[in-house]
């Protein structure tokens, strides 16, 4: 879901830089207000863990393994804002050393991955979950919030990719950057993460916020409102 | 006489599976593997980034605009020609840097043709791009099923469009695997001042990429130790979540022990980075040429 260079028109990457160069300045403040001076070693030991979340590899149908981007059970555990920070930091850092997903591209595969994910996946989290404390419930918004993070995500994508011949093309009509449009972007993506990775996601996120609940339960964000920006998402 | 061997001793795990020349491993192994990728990846950019090239001689900040304006140049020129003339400088560029040329066009060509070719390749068809037939592939039985036309066939302006992508990616991953080959991620850091990016970002993106490396020799440690002391399949559904939750309060303890360890150095919240190499006159020359060129290229 790392869109390369060369597939986005100035048009689309410009914005999307000042789009989430936004959100990190409203992240970084938030989080600095709060933490003051802790601020870097926690937000930097949060990018770590989030780092190590993705290079757990799974099988997925088919011979391969994929990695869970994680951006849920980080926004479960540590909260949205810290999420922001902390796997932007993974993705700039991948985009730079390992070249996954391009220069250009960074500011819309934050958006997507780092932003709209861990931003849906609260959402959902909170509303699937209401008030109850009941163990199959909060497994069950733990999976639907793994689950819609990743098609927000995957859609966000599907979407950047799929304008590219509308808003970027030559007089004759000919695309100048990602060549397919939105009738084929979005059921590609969408259809390929719907039955495949979004599961996939999701029951990492459950498996996970199953461990944490039973064995940390007072780690998790929602759970303790005094941990960064508590009950303010 | 009773068999007093422990009964774990006595099952037998079966042999890796063997498919051609490749030993086929646990997804766990698989991940472990990753980890060592990121070793040698940032060990072998490290290395590279100490050779004797032009490249190598620049100022960080020199080498990060390089990067900025180049990728941008890339990215709004529409012609083909265009980007083969890039390409051109760029090989060059990587001539004089003695970067290893064949491992990184390789690296390159893999991502151009990945990307850009394979990627692409159903966009040279007139289902995607309508225009002068250059090759007919299949005339349908049945007219405008799914809207598809009634004859398949690949377009001029198809082939024009696969081959700018692919030049596009091609020239995009140059410039980057240019600058990240012969610049250490901490020097790349530290020339992204020049955007005004604030350093306390940067610094959190430093720790980050440094204590990856704490962590990742933990979880290999780990992992090494479970396979040493378990004989046949563990539970991989419970051993993964244990170990990052495992990880997750290390991650906290340390961050206690970084703070304090800050605090207790005089860290007050005001974030400076050190070692930032001043301009030399090198970097002033080359940043000229770099901007003359680029500025010809804007025009062309």
């Not at chain 2, 692409?120 to 049945?142: D, S």
């Amino acid at each position: 879901m790392h869109i390369p260079d060369g597939y986005l028109s100035p048009q689309t990457y410009i914005p999307m830089f000042a789009v989430t160069g936004t959100f990190w300045a409203v992240a970084l403040r938030k989080l600095k207000k709060e933490l003051s001076v802790k601020e870097i070693p926690y937000l930097t030991m949060a990018s770590v863990f989030s780092f190590l979340i993705m290079m757990f590899n799974i099988p997925i149908p088919g011979g391969t393994t994929g990695h869970a981007v994680g951006a849920a059970i980080v926004a479960t555990v540590l909260g949205p804002w810290t999420a922001v920070v902390a796997v932007s930091v993974v993705l700039i850092v991948q985009a730079i050393v390992f070249g996954d997903g391009g220069i250009t591209a960074i500011g819309a595969n934050c958006f997507n991955m780092a932003i709209l994910m861990p931003f849906v996946s609260s959402w959902v989290f909170r509303l699937v979950r209401g008030k109850s404390s009941d163990g199959a419930r909060l497994s069950a918004a733990a999976f639907l919030s793994g689950y819609a993070g990743l098609l927000a995500s995957a859609l966000a994508t599907a979407v950047e990719m799929g304008i590219q011949p509308i808003i970027a093309a030559a007089p004759d009509g000919t695309p100048l950057y990602a060549p397919y449009p939105l009738s084929v972007t979005i059921p590609a993506i969408a259809l390929w993460h719907m039955f495949l990775l979004c599961i996939v996601e999701g029951m990492l996120t459950m498996l996970l916020f199953r461990y944490f609940y039973k064995h940390e339960p007072k780690g998790l964000y929602w759970a303790n409102s005094s941990v960064v920006g508590g009950g303010r998402t | 006489m009773n068999n007093k061997v422990p009964s774990f001793l006595l099952t037998t795990q079966p042999p890796p599976e063997v498919r051609g020349a490749r030993v086929k491993g646990s997804f766990i192994d698989k991940g472990i593997g990753h980890i060592s990728k990121f070793y040698e990846t940032v060990f072998l950019q490290w290395e590279l980034s100490r050779k004797d090239g032009l490249f190598q001689r620049l100022n960080a900040r020199t080498k990060v605009v390089f990067l900025v304006f180049y990728i941008f140049i890339v990215s709004v020129k529409k012609e083909v020609s265009s980007e083969i003339l890039v390409a051109v400088f760029i090989f060059l560029f990587v001539l004089l840097s003695r970067v290893g040329i064949f491992k990184f066009y390789w690296k390159v060509f893999i991502a151009g043709f990945l990307f850009g070719v394979l990627a692409g390749l159903p966009a040279a068809l007139n289902v995607i791009t309508p225009g002068e037939t250059v090759y007919k592939i299949i005339e349908l039985q049945r007219a405008r099923i799914y809207h598809l036309p009634e004859t398949i066939t690949v377009t001029r302006e198809g082939i024009l469009l696969v081959m700018m992508l692919t030049a596009r990616v091609v020239n995009s991953v140059s410039i980057t695997l240019l600058v990240v080959s012969t610049t250490s991620f901490s020097d790349i850091l530290k020339g992204l001042r020049v955007f005004r990016v604030p350093e306390y970002f940067l610094m959190i993106l430093s720790l980050s990429q440094k204590y990856v490396f704490i962590f990742l020799k933990m979880l290999r440690d780990m992992h090494s130790a479970k396979k040493a002391r378990l004989i046949g399949s563990a539970d991989a559904a419970g051993w993964i979540p244990g170990r990052i939750a495992f990880i997750f309060n290390k991650t906290q303890l340390r961050c206690e022990d970084v703070n304090k360890a800050m605090v207790g150095r005089g860290f007050t919240g005001e974030v400076k980075l050190a070692g930032l190499e001043y301009i030399k006159t090198v970097d002033i020359m080359y940043g000229a040429i770099f901007i003359a060129l680029w500025m010809v290229l804007l025009i062309l």
